[in-house]
């Protein structure tokens, strides 16, 4: 049965061989001649018994070996040759490990390697470099130069930068709140004409922006209901101040939806004039409420000057 087996196994292998051919060598140079251990080395191997085609050229490798390192390989298919060029570490070694093509292979390729001898003069290891006097001062003095600048980077992007873009978003935001309140301030009922649901989705729309602005909320998706009730649990109105505004928003409401029909010239006036007047009270109260937070700021930071002084009394 193994016999059997054994059979079967070699007409398989020879069925399913590739068609490899050997190449002949017809002459090999060095340059060098002699190569020692450790040096780059050039061999020009002239080659023939197959006609050598572009993908040849492209497909040939050699063989890893530990002995030799191939730095860079050229099959010349003009010429027939194959320039190779490396560094050989073993002396003992007599032949270059073989270049397998698409379906040749090149092997048994003489070389001479010589072992590397050292000078006799020559000392056992090359000297160690050596710092000048004063060298490592003047490296860790570049080292502390290079940090601090880092560190500063650092400081510059993370503090002053946000404080100027912070700064800058402000700015911006009161003057856009700026030109919500004159366009609020300047409207009249006289620019109504007929088209009194435009006119109303306008300022309601002009004073949901401004809130959204000036109290940092999302007023723009509230209904009037939560709009209202947001004012009042904020404390940003009075109970009769809210009460007066749910009433004309819930009036605006029904207009623009087509629910109150009826003497709709005589409650505009009254709307307009209710969100001007909600307007001006959260202005007024935002205003105080700034002179409040720079004075309770400047006397905090008498005090934190007084405690500091105090307690280097103390410790004199």
């Known amino acids: 049965m193994r016999i059997f087996l054994l059979f079967l196994i070699l007409i398989n292998s020879f069925i399913f061989a590739e068609d490899i051919c050997q190449m002949k060598i017809e002459s090999v140079e060095y340059e060098p001649e002699t190569i020692r251990t450790g040096e780059k080395g050039f061999c020009r191997i002239k ?50 490990p073989p270049f397998k093509g698409r379906d040749f292979i090149i092997k048994n390729i003489p070389v001479n390697i010589k072992a590397y001898a050292k000078p006799a003069d020559s000392p056992p290891n090359p000297p160690g470099a050596v710092l000048l006097p004063g ?18 980077l650092y400081f510059v992007k993370k503090y002053y930068y946000t404080k100027v873009k912070r700064k800058i978003h402000v700015v911006s935001n009161e003057i856009e709140i700026k030109k919500i309140l004159f366009k609020i301030r300047n409207l009249s009922v006289k620019d109504i004409n007929s ?43 009075s109970s009769s101040e809210g009460e007066s505004l749910k009433k004309d928003l819930f009036l605006l409401d029904k207009i623009r939806f087509s629910k109150q029909t009826k003497s709709v010239n005589k409650y505009i ?14 202005e007024k109260n935002f205003k105080k409420r700034n002179r409040e937070d720079k004075k309770e700021s ?19």
């Open 47 to 96: 080659i023939s018994g197959k006609k050598l085609e572009a993908e040849d050229a492209q497909s040939i490798k050699a063989k890893d070996s530990i002995s030799f390192e191939i730095t860079d390989i050229i099959l010349d298919i003009s010429s027939n040759e194959l320039l190779v060029w490396f560094v050989p570490f073993n002396p003992l070694e007599k032949y270059l």
């Open 135 to 152: 060298t490592r001062l003047m490296l860790g003095f570049f080292f502390f130069l290079f940090s601090f600048v880092i560190f500063l």
């Open 195 to 237: 088209d009194y649901k435009s006119f109303l989705a306008g300022l309601s729309i002009l004073f949901r922006r401004y809130l959204e602005k000036r109290l940092d909320n999302p007023f723009m998706s509230f209904t009037s209901s939560e709009l209202n009730q947001k004012l009042l649990l904020d404390g940003v109105l």
């Open 269 to 282: 006036p009254g709307i307009v004039f209710t969100l001007k007047k909600t307007v001006e009270i959260i």
């Open 298 to 316: 400047k006397k905090h930071f008498k005090k934190s000057g007084r405690d500091f002084l105090s307690g280097e009394a103390c410790d004199n």
